[in-house]
RNA sequence: GGUCCUUUGGCCGAGUGGCUAGGCAAGGCUCUGCAAAAGCCUCUACAGCGGUUCGAAUCCGCUAGGGACCUCCA
C-alpha cells in the first residue's frame, strides 16, 4: 500500500516516492539548547520518532538528521549579561558551551524517558561553522547576499524575483517587504525582508568566529541548510518540523539551498502542530511553559500529579499531528488511564494461547477483527492517523479481555487470526508507537515475592481465612500494587 | 494591520457529503466472600444564521468566539 504524506509545500497529501528506492532522508529541526526542554518540544520528536519507526517497518533505511542548535545569542536564566563583559576570571563566567552541554544532556535524557529512538547523525551548529562559511559565501558568488558592515544578508528581493518566496509559508512577498519592525541591525539591510547568514559579533558577544568577513556568528537558518545538504545531499526526502517554523526558518531555508545548490532541498515538507495549553501556545514568551522535568515529576502549579513519559508519549498519539493540541491535567490523566487498560490489553493477548483451530467458530467475529488488524496500516499509511489506530485498537481489547474471561469461546477466533491480533499488537503498540510498560513490574525478585504472597492469599481464601486474604490485598494496596482476583480463581497484579 | 487556521457530546479528541470513531468521566446491569479489574448496556454532539444539495459536522457565504504566523520559537 502506498504511504501518503501532507506536504505543507503542496497543500495537499502526496503518495510518497524516496527520492533513492528504498532509503529515506529525513531531517528535522531539532532544540535550541539554551535551556530547558518542555512538553512543547514533546510533539515533534515523538511524532517524528513515530515516522521514522513507521518508514523503517514499511522497508525503508532511514538516515535521520536532527541538529543541535548551538550557536547564538545564548544566555542562561538567571544569569546577567554583565557576565558577557569580561573582567571576571574564566570559571565565573558563562561559559556557553557549558551551558550548552548541560540542556544538549537533559534533552537526550527525557528523550531517552520518551523511547525515541536515536538520530542517525545529530550535527550541532558550532561544530559546522566552516560548512555554514562555505555555504554563504557561495550564496555570495551566485549574487544572492551582500556583506554590510561585518554581516552577510540574503537579498530576498532577487531571490523573489525569480524564484517562490513564501510559497511554503503562504506568504506575499510585497507584504513582508513592507514589515516594520525594530530589529537588531535592521539598517544594514537594503532591505527589511532580508535576512542575516552571518552576523558580525558586538564586543559583547561570547559566542563568535572567525570568517572572511570579521568575526561574527552564523545567522540562525544556514545551519539547517548545510547540514542537511553535508549529510543528505542537495535534496532530499522528508523535513520535518514545528508548524512555528515555516516562516521564515523554513521559507529561509529552501531560499538558501536553491540558490547554493541549484536545485530545491526537499520533497516532502511536514510540519507538527502546537501544544497548546489553555488554547494558547505553550512558549518561554507566553509564560507557561511545563518543563519535561516537571511534567515527570508533577512538580507544577499546572499539574495534579505527575504524569509518565509513555503517557505523555500516548497521549500526543491519541490526536492528528496536523491538529492543535491542548493540554490539560485532566486529558493527561485520561490518556494515563486509557493506556493502562490498553497496554494491559497487550500483555494479556501476548500470554493467551489460540485454539488449534483453522477455522473460527464465529466467523463473523473474526472477521471483523481481521478488518480491524487491516486498517492499521490504512490509516498510517493515511498521513499517519495514529489516532484512527488506536481507536481500533480500543475495539480490539474488550474482545481480547473476553477471551481471557471465557465470555468469548478460544474457538471462536481462528487460530490463524488470532496469530495476526498478537503479531499486529506487538508490532504497533511496541516497534511502531514506540510504547512500553509504565511499571516496572519486571524485577524477578519481585515477581517470586508476589507469586509468594499470592499462594498464600490462594491458601486463605481457600480456608475462608479473610482477614488474611485482605490483609494482603489490602496492604499491598497501601504500596501501591493491585491485586486482582481474576476468574477461576488466579490472581494478577498491576503496580499503580 | 496583513496572511492563514480553527470552533464537535460533561471533558479530551477522530471525522473522506449519506453508514453518524475512540478515550476519560457519569449511570445501570453481570461476574464476585468483599474489592479491583473485566464484560454488556445507556448517554447522539457538531458555534450561530443563511445558501448549494434528494441529503452537510463535512461544500459556499455572513456573523461571533478562539488561535497561529508576520520577532527567538517545536
Known sequence: MPLKIYNSYSRQKEEFKPITPGHVGMYVCGPTVSGESHLGHARPYIFFDIVLRYLTHKGFKVRYVRNITDAGHFEEEGR??????SKKAVLEKLEPMELVQ???????W????????EPSIEPTATGHIVEQINMIEKIIKEGYAYVSNGSVYFDVKKYAASHDYGKLSGRIIDDLLETTRELDGQEEKRDLADFALWKHAAPEHIMRWASPWGEGFPGWHIECSAMATKYLGAEFDIHGGGMDLQFPHHESE?????????????????HNNMITINGRKMGKSYNNVIKLTELFSGNHPLLTQAFHPMTVRFFILQSHYRSPLDFSSEALAASEKALKRLWEAHELLQKLQPADTDTAGDVALDEKINNW?????????DDFSTPKVLANM??????INSVKDGLIAADAISKPTWQRLKKMFKLYMEDIFGLQAVTAANNEMLKAVMQLLIDIRKDAKVKKDY???D??????AEMGILLKDEKGGEMSWTIE
Open 373 to 381: 488488524l487491516n486498517e492499521f496500516e490504512e490509516f498510517m499509511d
Open 102 to 108: 548541560k540542556y544538549t544532556n537533559l534533552f537526550h
Open 471 to 476: 490483609r494482603i490485598r489490602i496492604q499491598l
Open 394 to 399: 480500543f475495539e480490539l481489547a474488550p474482545v
Open 80 to 85: 546577567e549579561a554583565e557576565d558577557k563583559i
Open 110 to 117: 527525557a528523550f531517552r524517558q520518551f523511547n525515541c529512538m
Open 467 to 469: 482477614a488474611t486474604s
Open 254 to 270: 529552501i531560499a538558501q539551498s536553491t540558490i547554493c545548490n541549484h536545485t530545491a532541498p526537499v520533497r516532502y515538507w511536514m
